[in-house]
C-alpha cells in the first residue's frame, strides 16, 4: 500500500486505515481494514459491483431443528481451512 496523489484515470483504490491495538508489546497494528463500501467518482462502490448470494437466514433456523432431531451428531471446525 502506498500514498497516492489525484489521479485523472478512471482507476478505483479502496481507502483503508490501520486498527491499532494499544496494548500489544510487539506488534501496534492489529489489521489493515479495507472499505469497500466507499463510492468512487462514478458513483458505485465495490460492494455494488459484487454479485449477492442468497438469503440464508430462513434456512439456518431449519438446520438448527433438524440438527437436534438425531440421536449422535458430529460438528466439526472449518477455521483453519480458510485464511
Same mark, same amino acid.
Given at each position: @500500500? !502506498?500514498?497516492?496523489e489525484k489521479?485523472?484515470?478512471?482507476?478505483y /483504490?479502496?481507502?483503508?486505515?490501520a486498527?491499532a491495538? +494499544? %496494548?500489544? +508489546?510487539t506488534?501496534?497494528?492489529?489489521? $489493515?481494514?479495507? &472499505?469497500a !463500501?466507499?463510492k !468512487? &467518482?462514478s458513483? #458505485?462502490?465495490? &460492494?455494488? @459491483?459484487? @454479485? %449477492?448470494?442468497?438469503i $440464508?437466514q430462513?434456512k439456518?433456523?431449519?438446520y438448527?431443528?433438524h440438527?437436534?432431531?438425531?440421536? /449422535? #451428531?458430529?460438528s466439526?471446525? $472449518? +477455521?483453519? @481451512? /480458510?485464511?
Amino acid at each position: @500500500m !502506498s500514498m497516492i496523489e489525484k489521479s485523472d484515470n478512471d482507476d478505483y /483504490y479502496m481507502p483503508h486505515h490501520a486498527v491499532a491495538k +494499544e %496494548t500489544s +508489546e510487539t506488534t501496534k497494528v492489529f489489521h $489493515i481494514l479495507f &472499505n469497500a !463500501s466507499a463510492k !468512487s &467518482n462514478s458513483g #458505485v462502490s465495490l &460492494n455494488d @459491483m459484487l @454479485m %449477492t448470494g442468497p438469503i $440464508i437466514q430462513d434456512k439456518l433456523f431449519l438446520y438448527l431443528i433438524h440438527f437436534r432431531m438425531f440421536n /449422535y #451428531v458430529i460438528s466439526f471446525d $472449518i +477455521e483453519k @481451512m /480458510y485464511r
